[in-house]
């Protein structure tokens, strides 16, 4: 008994002692000090720890506090504002776990008096449409999916593959802007580089997934079954997998399928297999970069009223494979 009373006690005191570390956090003992919030969607994924860890940089460097918080749906979104606000912070950046929140982040920030950054993935109103009076620092959607296309082709050619009995599966999901923009740039750089316009197929994701994706390419498999080769394109990494997922239950060897994803951080286990298989790679763009930007220029604005671009595209991206997949996530901090 005296041994239950003693682990209770000291549960007691390490509870008390995380709560007051969490207050300290919110509420700070400087009350001098700038805070500024920075909320993200999935705090557990390296991309957005990384994203943190780059913002806190940022606060070293300029002296303000940044007051990280998980936001991976609408009410708790609402309610860290509310948080944010009691605490004294004077804006923050957001990766929105739903961008059709953006009206009512925005309604919410503005009852404060809070400027808002956002990063990743931008705002839509109740229309759908972008709202860009919100500053955003996000990855360079159509120069990315460029870059992907670029990247599948030349893999293709050294390989030696013939264009005649080649396809590309490009997995979709235009309602998504950024999907949207990212695949379009990709199927025209194949296009550009003289990749037969007729063989590419478009093929729509319920979800942006593996199993979404993969139920989408199994739909295209069948209907050309006459196909040798493939190229796989899809907005992220997971797209691309689902994609690879269903060639390899459909009989394709690795040899004969080439895949790059666009994320870089959802591809590591793929790279990491002793066997190779038709992903070949990914896009790995800059967390550090997004994390820094994004919350310097919410700085400038709350410090010095030096209003943030509308846009910033981060078009910083490496192409990692299993080669060199391990030095290039840890030049990322990944």
């Known amino acids: 008994m005296k041994t239950i009373k003693k682990t209770l006690a000291v549960a007691a005191l390490t509870g008390a002692a995380l709560l007051s570390a969490s207050a300290n956090a919110f509420f700070g003992s400087n009350d001098d000090e700038m805070k500024l919030g920075y909320l993200v969607k999935q705090p557990e994924e ?57 009206p009512a982040i925005m309604a919410k920030a503005k009852s404060y008096d809070l400027k808002v950054v956002t990063v990743d993935d931008q705002f839509l109103n109740a229309k759908g449409q972008p709202m860009k009076s919100v500053p955003l620092v996000m990855m360079a959607a159509s120069q990315i999916g460029y870059r992907q296309g670029q ?18 599966m490009a997995i979709t999901a235009d309602e998504l802007d950024t999907a949207r923009r990212r695949v379009d740039g990709s199927i025209k750089a194949l296009k550009e580089a003289g990749f037969p316009a007729g063989q590419i197929y478009r093929v729509p994701t319920k979800t942006n997934d593996i199993p979404g994706a993969l139920d989408a390419a199994n739909s295209l498999l069948v209907q050309y079954p006459m196909v040798k080769h493939w190229l796989v394109v899809g907005m992220n990494d997971n797209t691309v997998l689902g994609g690879i997922r269903a060639t390899e239950g459909q009989g394709f060897d690795a040899a004969n399928v080439i895949g790059i994803g666009i994320n870089g951080v959802d591809a590591v286990t793929e790279l990491a297999k002793t066997k190779p298989t038709g992903f070949y790679g990914s896009l790995l763009p800059s967390p550090d970069v997004h994390g820094f930007k994004s919350i310097e220029s919410l700085y400038k604005w709350v410090k010095d ?7 910033v595209e981060v078009t910083d991206v490496v192409l990692i494979t299993r080669d060199n997949y391990k030095d290039e996530l840890a030049k990322k901090g990944l």
Do not use: H
């Open 305 to 311: 009223g030096v209003e943030p671009k509308k846009f």
């Open 46 to 102: 390296p991309w957005f720890q990384t994203e943190w860890s780059f913002a806190e940089k940022a606060g070293k460097k300029y002296g303000f506090e940044v007051i990280k918080m998980a936001v991976p749906d609408g009410e708790k979104t609402l309610n860290a504002i509310d948080t944010l606000a009691a605490s004294g912070a004077k804006g923050f950046v957001i990766c929105t776990p739903d961008p059709k929140l953006g």
């Open 151 to 168: 990247e599948l082709y030349k893999e293709m050619t050294k390989r030696g593959w013939d264009a005649k009995n080649s396809a590309v």
